[in-house]
């Protein structure tokens, strides 16, 4: 899934920025942020790339990887 970073106005003339959301494309993202800030208007929004993250155990299989070449 990729990340949205979301600037709006919300109905009530306050401004937000940085909402990220995540989502299948941008219309879905938007579609989420629809439901959380009903009648907003998006001022911008930006695809964020989110490198795929390592969890601690592969750490763990490196590390032992090269003390036992």
Sequence with gaps: M???DFSLRTRD??????ILIAGKDQ???ERKL???YR???VMR??????????SPAMYIED??????K
């Design 13 to 18: 003339g306050q401004k937000v920025d940085h």
């Design 27 to 29: 219309q879905d993202a």
């Design 63 to 68: 590390i032992l990887n090269l003390i036992t």
């Design 34 to 36: 629809n439901q959380m």
């Design 45 to 54: 929004c930006e695809s964020k790339c989110t490198a795929e993250k390592r």
């Design 2 to 4: 990729q990340k949205f």
């Design 39 to 41: 009648n907003c208007q």
